[in-house]
């Protein structure tokens, strides 16, 4: 229920005195956080595989320069959090700088409606990294098979059943509160780094000899391959549907920053965890929201490098390039007919399907540590626009022991569900949703504008801030930062909309469509309560020309 004057019986401007949220994260908390948003093993690996459609481009150019200038998108948000640590984040600062309506039509497509679509996407890792090579692994080649192999799916029934395995686990952890949620990433964090340090071990000590022999193995045992070399039939199949290797020795600077729209599916998210920061403890030293982010994307792009190198030495960068592209065009008779796991590709190096068995269970962690961040920064954009009265008030309920958003769990959770049943048994839709990147990064470049303009739009908000001080030549840190990252985010949009490359954009001009009734969508839904709140006698603008306690 809203809350009163008691003078008036007017309402009051926010929802609450107070959000009732509690600072439940340490720094360090935070950073696993970032850390697990731009998860190398869940979205990385994934990333590596769209990488068989660039020829002659250099992944580990690509990767190092991505991270420089991800790296501004860190410095931005770092101080913007800083000057507002609020919950909310993106819709926070850009309702408080662009205004209400240009807020919550950019925020809430980029973190509520298109965040829906996200949740098949994570169906279709689950499958790719989890279940199907288990399934493989102890000897049911036919579950393996007939859950979807790629992000598209080609089985109704497996992709919609890891999506409601997927919800099922993200309410799990929400409900859990914050502390709880922390506890489960740090368990993540620390058996996932053995893991991958097991994976490194094999790897290093083997050779590419002794992994093609373990191919032409496996896909025997496995998959019951019968034909000759199933390693180089691998190669051999991608290059007759069109394949062009990519080059991992030879720098070539156009093919190489084609690369790079493709690494953003994982490197893009280092501040995935800036709604949550009205959560987090110490927000007014900046050096600490900074090293968070910052240490998350380059723990991130180093593990990247590292794991590069020894899959090019070991497994050969050619094959696992030709076997994802196999994959990903589902391509019949395939030797590997799933996704090319690289911890499984690891695994078979030792002939036993027990250690595989073991190393995928442990490097399961990975997804499960990081599948939290499929609605937990969702529900906090949500949360605060409700607080600010332009979603309803239940939205921005809360328990009263954890301190959990449901309201705005329930949002998040019933429209994922029905989008995943569309995405799995609808032909067609999935194309549809292969701008969930994109429309992010549109959301992030909007608060970019408004970190750029925030020391002259919101002059007394930046001024009382510690970041008013950072200035370079008199310049404000921010607006420098800001223009930075809004270039390279610029210069991926562009990418994405104009290169076919990419499936998306103008090459898909249903899926614009599709995108254009969401961004309608909001802005529908927030004109439909700016009008309800006149007519309450609240005015949004007024709301929005104020920052919200914490």
Same mark, same amino acid.
């Given at each position: 229920?809203?809350?009163?004057?008691?003078?008036?019986?007017?309402?009051?401007?926010?929802?609450?005195?107070?959000?009732? &949220?509690?600072?439940?994260?340490?720094?360090?908390?935070?950073?696993?956080?970032?850390?697990?948003?731009?998860?190398?093993?869940?979205?990385?690996?994934?990333?590596?595989?769209?990488?068989?459609?660039?020829?002659?481009?250099?992944?580990?150019?690509?990767?190092?320069?991505?991270?420089?200038?991800?790296?501004?998108?860190?410095?931005?948000?770092?101080?913007?959090?800083?000057?507002?640590?609020?919950?909310?984040?993106?819709?926070?600062?850009?309702?408080?700088?662009?205004?209400?309506?240009?807020?919550?039509?950019?925020?809430?497509?980029?973190?509520?409606?298109?965040?829906?679509?996200?949740?098949?996407?994570?169906?279709?890792?689950?499958?790719?990294?989890?279940?199907?090579?288990?399934?493989?692994?102890?000897?049911?080649?036919?579950?393996?098979?007939?859950?979807?192999?790629?992000?598209?799916?080609?089985?109704?029934?497996?992709?919609?059943?890891?999506?409601?395995?997927?919800?099922?686990?993200?309410?799990?952890?929400?409900?859990?509160?914050?502390?709880?949620?922390? $506890?489960?990433?740090?368990?993540?964090?620390?058996?996932?780094?053995?893991?991958?340090?097991?994976?490194?071990?094999?790897?290093?000590?083997?050779?590419?000899?002794?992994?093609?022999?373990?191919?032409?193995?496996?896909?025997?045992?496995?998959?019951?391959?019968?034909?000759?070399?199933?390693?180089?039939?691998?190669?051999?199949?991608?290059?007759?549907?069109?394949?062009?290797?990519?080059?991992?020795?030879?720098?070539?600077?156009?093919?190489?920053?084609?690369?790079?729209?493709?690494?953003?599916?994982?490197? &893009?998210?280092?501040?995935?965890?800036?709604?949550?920061?009205?959560?987090?403890?110490?927000?007014?030293?900046?050096?600490?929201?900074?090293?968070?982010?910052?240490?998350?994307?380059?723990?991130?792009?180093?593990?990247?490098?590292?794991?590069?190198?020894?899959?090019?030495?070991?497994?050969?960068?050619?094959?696992?390039?030709?076997?994802?592209?196999?994959?990903?065009?589902?391509?019949?008779?395939?030797?590997?007919?799933?996704?090319?796991?690289?911890?499984?590709?690891?695994?078979?190096?030792?002939?036993?399907?027990?250690?595989?068995?073991?190393?995928?269970?442990?490097?399961?962690?990975?997804?499960?540590?990081?599948?939290?961040?499929?609605?937990?920064?969702?529900?906090?954009?949500?949360?605060?626009?409700?607080?600010?009265?332009?979603?309803?008030?239940?939205?921005?309920?809360?328990?009263?022991?954890?301190?959990?958003?449901?309201?705005?769990?329930?949002?998040?959770?019933?429209?994922?569900?029905?989008?995943?049943?569309?995405?799995?048994?609808?032909?067609?839709?999935?194309?549809?949703?292969?701008?969930?990147?994109?429309?992010?990064?549109?959301?992030?470049?909007?608060?970019?504008?408004?970190?750029?303009?925030?020391?002259? $739009?919101?002059?007394?908000?930046?001024?009382?801030?510690?970041?008013?001080?950072?200035?370079?030549?008199?310049?404000?840190?921010?607006?420098?930062?800001?223009?930075?990252?809004?270039?390279?985010?610029?210069?991926?949009?562009?990418?994405?909309?104009?290169?076919?490359?990419?499936?998306?954009?103008?090459?898909?001009?249903?899926?614009?469509?599709?995108?254009?009734?969401?961004?309608?969508?909001?802005?529908?839904?927030?004109?439909?309560?700016?009008?309800?709140?006149?007519?309450?006698?609240?005015?949004? $603008?007024?709301?929005?020309?104020?920052?919200?306690?914490?």
């Amino acid at each position: 229920m809203s809350v009163s004057t008691p003078t008036t019986g007017r309402p009051t401007l926010f929802l609450r005195n107070a959000t009732g &949220l509690v600072k439940a994260w340490s720094g360090f908390d935070a950073f696993i956080y970032s850390f697990m948003s731009v998860s190398l093993v869940s979205l990385g690996f994934g990333a590596f595989g769209f990488v068989s459609f660039v020829a002659g481009g250099h992944i580990l150019s690509a990767v190092l320069f991505s991270g420089v200038f991800v790296s501004f998108l860190v410095i931005t948000y770092a101080l913007l959090v800083t000057a507002m640590p609020r919950a909310g984040g993106d819709y926070t600062w850009q309702s408080r700088i662009l205004g209400g309506g240009a807020a919550f039509v950019l925020s809430m497509t980029g973190w509520w409606f298109i965040l829906w679509h996200w949740t098949p996407i994570y169906a279709g890792i689950l499958n790719q990294q989890v279940l199907a090579p288990l399934a493989a692994t102890i000897g049911r080649q036919d579950w393996a098979v007939l859950l979807p192999g790629s992000l598209v799916p080609n089985g109704g029934n497996g992709l919609f059943f890891a999506s409601l395995v997927v919800v099922a686990f993200v309410c799990i952890y929400v409900t859990l509160g914050m502390e709880t949620y922390a $506890r489960i990433q740090k368990f993540s964090f620390y058996l996932g780094i053995a893991g991958l340090a097991v994976m490194a071990v094999i790897l290093l000590f083997s050779s590419g000899d002794a992994m093609h022999q373990a191919v032409n193995r496996e896909a025997a045992s496995l998959f019951g391959y019968t034909g000759p070399d199933a390693y180089q039939a691998t190669i051999d199949l991608a290059t007759k549907n069109g394949y062009s290797p990519s080059s991992f020795n030879a720098f070539s600077l156009g093919p190489t920053l084609a690369i790079v729209p493709f690494l953003m599916f994982y490197l &893009l998210w280092p501040v995935w965890g800036a709604t949550l920061y009205g959560e987090v403890r110490g927000t007014r030293d900046y050096r600490r929201i900074f090293t968070s982010m910052f240490w998350g994307l380059w723990a991130t792009v180093i593990l990247s490098v590292v794991v590069l190198l020894l899959m090019a030495k070991t497994i050969g960068w050619e094959f696992f390039e030709a076997a994802a592209y196999n994959n990903s065009l589902g391509l019949a008779n395939q030797p590997i007919p799933i996704w090319p796991h690289p911890v499984m590709l690891a695994g078979w190096l030792v002939n036993s399907h027990v250690f595989q068995f073991i190393l995928l269970a442990v490097m399961s962690v990975w997804f499960w540590g990081w599948s939290g961040t499929l609605f937990l920064s969702s529900t906090r954009v949500i949360f605060a626009a409700a607080f600010d009265r332009v979603l309803p008030e239940w939205a921005a309920n809360i328990s009263a022991k954890r301190r959990v958003p449901y309201g705005a769990l329930g949002l998040m959770v019933i429209p994922s569900i029905v989008v995943s049943a569309i995405y799995a048994y609808v032909s067609g839709f999935e194309a549809l949703v292969l701008d969930a990147t994109l429309v992010i990064a549109i959301t992030f470049l909007g608060t970019v504008v408004a970190a750029a303009i925030l020391p002259w $739009r919101r002059a007394t908000i930046f001024n009382s801030s510690p970041i008013s001080k950072l200035r370079v030549a008199g310049v404000p840190v921010i607006t420098l930062a800001a223009v930075v990252t809004g270039a390279f985010l610029i210069f991926n949009l562009v990418k994405w909309f104009t290169d076919s490359t990419y499936g998306v954009g103008f090459s898909n001009p249903n899926s614009l469509k599709y995108l254009a009734v969401l961004y309608v969508l909001a802005f529908v839904v927030y004109v439909g309560f700016f009008l309800y709140r006149r007519s309450q006698g609240i005015d949004l $603008r007024a709301i929005h020309a104020e920052i919200p306690v914490e």
